[in-house]
Each structure stands twice: as structure tokens, then as C-alpha cells.
């Protein structure tokens, strides 16, 4: 077993760095469905970038590579407690190359352990079989999908749907609804897993597990079968879209599993994966540890390149989009001027700011001045270098609506500018835009390459004792492309899509499966 913790170290680096070929002809495909011009065309342009530079980098394709979750099958006799702690040092190795971000914190303190190793953290199942081999399968699922993850018991009332009954069309009813509850904030297009059946616990774990079959497989249970083929058709009807932004693809894969219940317990779960779907699995030798096959085919035998979205042509017949390039601080004119759907291109220092630095400023000054500033919902994947210099190894948005409670009192306080984040924000930030002269920039959520590729300098950070990814780390952007979604004369992108989308789901409330 002397190769075994190379071969899980490799396993998490392929992981985090290379999107399988499934996944790829997936995200393919959407590209294909969507119009290059739009900003759903855009984003799916931007995605395939940064695959292919995750891949060529060796860096994380999204910077929040979330909870390592391992499920091994081992021979009878093999020796869990050792192999439990090769992938323990596999992880924190891993972390300290900067292919993982350091995730785990302490769920009282806050405190960030460093090198993603913890209580609870990495999750790690053992099953037993009859083989010699050893199979070892992993997923990272960031937080931005798992807070979209949802359980329902049945028989319940859905927002747009009506009454769900404990039936095949009630759980129908369940998954689209699934869908529709997340909307951009998981970064779609995703992957749904469902489980149906089970406790609280077992439902959910049946649902993760879903979400390593592969994309193109075809369930044994003919009304599963059926099922899976309709949620498909029926959710890509929402018009949800890459990241919310609207369009024709919401849904990349739709897998759902059944197990037992109790009588009295009707549990629909479903588990949410963005676009950004890392999981891979290795068959090993039980003797050496040594990687005898890949379960899922490898990325690079399905190239993504393309052109990023900000550098994409312009079809003649397209709606004319306008691209504004400005240079940070940014003046309330400035601001003003911009729309809803107008791309913007930052140049200068931005501010990087999650859930700790926010409520830090509610009740404190800031360390720099924010006046005209641009605030970064996102926390990077930082190395430093043997000089000592910080280095931006992945920087891509975070979900802004867990900002939703600060963000206002922040930009008028601070007279912040602009908010840069994925999945947009509420009304009290809508407000506080308008009354301000504020905008609210959605970058693409998982293109943590693409956005590191922007960052031209680190100019210094604050607040390091929050842990790298709370930090306020303040960087030098250079051609920095976001798309305006909520304007400072009150419209919101956001909630035009899901006004539109719970019409759109409104339309499946009448029964399918009878
Ligand atoms: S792609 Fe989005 S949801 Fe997925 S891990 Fe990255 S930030 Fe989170």
C-alpha cells in the first residue's frame, strides 16, 4: 500500500482541476443550445475558458472546492483506521499545494484550521466488498450549491405548484420546484441528485450519491427512467439560465434513486451541484495502492476552448450590448449611467469581503477607504511565495445573498459603489443602490481562473485572522468583465427571472404521472 496516498493525493488534484468528460459534453451541449450573444451564451463562453485553463494550470476550476467527500470500497480485512489517515495527510497536502482552499472551520470559533482537516471534515465512507481492488470515489461540492440543496416531506404546498401528494407526481412536483427555488444562486446550469425515501439523513445521502452516476447512464427502474427523462425536458422550460441570467438551459442532469421509508415519513430530497460538477473516482491495486483505472472517462479527451465572453463576437442580428470599461474608484456619474445588462470592465483595486468582513463593518470602521469602492464577494485560493508575496491561485464570486442583511447599511455607510457577487441580492440592496448610486455586478460564478487571470497584483490584505478566504484581500484587477444586473434606477435582472420562471412553473401543476 506504499503508492495508496500518492494515488488519493493524484485522485484529489484530477478532482479539483479537471472537469470529467461527461460533465464537459454536458456543458458542451448547453453551449450549443443557448445563442452566443446572450448573456447566458456569454457565461457558458466564459465557463469553457476556464475549464480549459483549470486544466492547463493544474488549478482549481472553482475556488470554493468545498467538502471533500470520499466513499471507498475496500477488501475485507483492509485496514480503514491507516488508509483514513493517508487521505487525511493526501488533503492536507493537497491544501498546501493550493489545490484545495483551506474550508474547514470551526463551527462556534469561526477559526479556520488551515489545512482543510478537522471534526467532520474530510467526510470519509467505508463499505466493505468482495473484490481485491480498492475503489476510492470523491466529489467537492462547493457551499454555494450544497445551501441550495433541498428536502421536502410529503404531502406538503408548493410555491407555483400547488398541493403535492405522496405519489410519483408529488415527488414531480418536488424536483421541479428543486429547481426553481435555486435559480442562479447554486451557479446553473447544475446537477440534481434525488433521493426518494429514507429518514432525514439517509434521504439526503441517497441524493449525494446520485450524483456520482454518470451523466449519460440510464436508470434500470423504468418509472425513475421516465421521471428523470421529464424533469429534464420540463425544468430546461423554466428559463432560469446560466447563472439566473434567463435562457434555455437550467438543468444539465437529472439522477434519482429509492430506498425504504417509514410509514409515516415521505421524504423527497434533492442535492444540488452547479456546473462546476467535480467528482471522480480510481480503481487501485489492494497490494500497492497504485491507480489502475479512472472510473470516469478524463476531461482532456473533450476540449472547451473557446473565447471568453467579454472577447466574443457579436452576431449582426443581436440586441446591441454595451461594454463599459472604467477604472476603479468610481464615481457616482459613472454609475448612474449604467443598465441592467451592460457589461462592464474594471480596472484598478477592488476589495474582496464574505460573511465575516461584512458583519465586521456593520459595527466597525473600515482599514481602507471605500469611498467609490468595488466590493468582491468571493474568497480566493491564495499562495504565498517563498519571498513572501501573496498570489492569487483561484478568485472566482461567492453567493451574494448571504450578504443581504449588511450589504445596505455597508454601501451607504461606506459609500461603496459597486457590489460584485454571483446570484444577485434583495430588495434592501436594491434600495440602497438607488438611493446611493450603487451597482450590482454578477460575475460568473466557478470561473475562479478566469477572474485569477484578471488579478494583475496583491496589494495588501486585512483581517488574515478570519482565515484566507474571509480575508479582505485587496487586489489590482486588469480588465475584469462582470454584467450589470441590478442598476441604480431599481431594476433587478434577478427578480425579472424569477417572476418569469414561477409563471413558467405554474404551467406543470396539472398532473403528469397519474
Ligand atoms: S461553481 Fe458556484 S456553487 Fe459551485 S462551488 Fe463554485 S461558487 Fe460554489
Known amino acids: ?34 445563442d452566443r450573444a446572450t448573456r447566458a451564451g456569454l457565461s457558458l463562453s466564459t465557463i469553457a475558458s476556464n475549464i480549459t485553463m483549470a486544466e492547463c494550470n493544474v488549478s482549481p476550476i472553482c475556488q470554493d472546492t468545498g467538502m471533500p467527500t470520499f466513499y471507498l470500497h475496500v477488501p475485507v480485512g483492509a485496514n480503514q483506521i491507516v488508509m483514513k489517515e493517508k487521505i487525511r495527510s493526501a488533503i492536507a497536502r493537497a491544501t498546501k499545494d493550493g489545490k484545495l482552499r483551506t ?8 477559526a479556520n484550521s488551515g489545512d482543510n482537516l478537522g471534526p467532520g471534515t474530510p467526510v470519509i465512507h467505508f463499505e466493505q466488498w468482495e473484490r481485491d481492488d480498492i ?40 424536483i421541479l420546484h428543486a429547481v426553481y427555488q435555486a435559480q442562479g444562486q447554486g451557479c446553473s446550469a447544475g446537477f440534481i441528485g434525488v433521493g426518494i425515501g429514507g429518514d432525514r439523513t439517509t434521504g439526503y445521502e441517497l441524493a449525494k450519491q446520485q450524483l456520482f452516476r454518470r451523466v449519460d447512464d440510464v436508470n434500470p427502474v423504468p418509472e425513475l427512467r421516465r421521471l428523470e427523462e421529464y424533469i429534464m425536458e420540463a425544468a430546461n422550460q423554466l428559463g432560469i439560465g446560466t447563472m439566473g441570467f434567463g435562457g434555455n438551459v437550467t438543468l444539465l442532469g437529472c439522477k434519482i434513486g429509492a430506498i425504504n421509508r417509514l410509514p409515516a415519513s415521505f ?6 451541484n452547479c456546473w462546476a460538477f467535480r467528482r471522480q473516482g480510481v480503481l487501485l491495486d489492494g497490494g500497492s495502492g497504485e491507480i489502475k483505472e479512472w472510473l470516469y472517462p478524463r476531461g482532456d479527451e473533450v476540449p472547451m476552448d473557446e473565447a471568453p465572453a467579454a472577447e466574443a463576437a457579436q452576431p449582426a442580428d443581436a440586441e446591441p450590448r454595451r461594454e463599459i470599461r472604467l477604472k476603479t474608484p468610481l464615481t457616482e456619474e459613472q454609475v448612474r449611467s449604467l ?60 453567493t451574494s445573498a448571504r450578504e443581504e442583511p449588511y450589504q445596505a447599511d455597508i454601501i451607504r455607510k461606506f459609500g461603496v459603489r459597486a457590489v460584485i457577487g454571483k446570484g444577485g441580492m434583495g430588495r434592501k440592496t436594491l434600495e440602497a443602490l438607488k438611493e446611493c448610486g450603487a451597482v450590482y455586478l454578477n460575475a460568473v460564478g466557478g470561473a475562479a481562473q478566469y477572474y485569477a487571470e484578471c488579478i494583475k497584483r496583491v496589494n495588501g490584505v486585512h483581517f488574515l485572522e478570519f482565515g484566507i478566504p474571509e480575508a479582505m484581500w485587496h487586489l489590482e484587477a486588469e480588465g475584469f468583465a462582470a454584467i450589470v444586473t441590478m442598476d441604480a434606477h431599481g431594476n433587478s435582472l434577478h427578480a425579472d427571472v424569477e417572476r418569469d420562471s414561477l409563471a413558467k412553473l405554474e404551467q406543470f401543476k396539472e398532473p403528469v404521472f397519474k
Not at 474550508?103 to 469561526?110: M, R
Not at 450549491?145 to 407555483?160: A, D, M, V
Not at 471605500?370 to 474568497?379: E, F, K, M, Q, R
Open 1 to 34: 500500500m506504499e503508492q495508496f496516498e500518492e494515488s488519493i493525493y493524484r485522485l484529489i488534484v484530477e478532482t479539483s482541476t479537471n472537469l470529467p468528460g461527461d460533465v464537459r459534453r454536458a456543458i458542451r451541449a448547453a453551449r450549443e443550445a443557448e
Open 103 to 110: 474550508n474547514s472551520v470551526d463551527s462556534l470559533t469561526g
Open 135 to 174: 475503489e476510492v470515489r470523491l466529489i467537492l461540492k462547493g457551499g454555494g450549491c450544497e445551501n441550495k440543496n433541498i428536502q421536502y416531506s410529503l404531502p406538503c404546498e408548493l410555491e407555483g405548484l400547488g398541493k403535492a401528494g405522496r405519489d410519483l407526481d408529488g415527488i414531480r412536483k418536488c
Open 267 to 272: 421524504f423527497v430530497s434533492v442535492a444540488y
Open 339 to 398: 443598465r441592467v445588462g451592460d457589461i462592464v470592465i474594471l480596472d484598478g483595486e477592488i476589495h474582496t469581503g464574505r460573511d465575516a468582513l461584512h458583519k465586521y463593518l456593520v459595527d466597525h470602521d473600515s482599514p481602507v477607504d471605500l469611498n467609490g469602492g468595488v466590493i468582491y464577494h468571493c474568497g480566493p485560493v491564495m499562495l504565498k511565495d517563498e519571498k513572501g508575496e501573496w498570489h492569487v491561485k483561484a478568485a472566482g464570486p461567492t
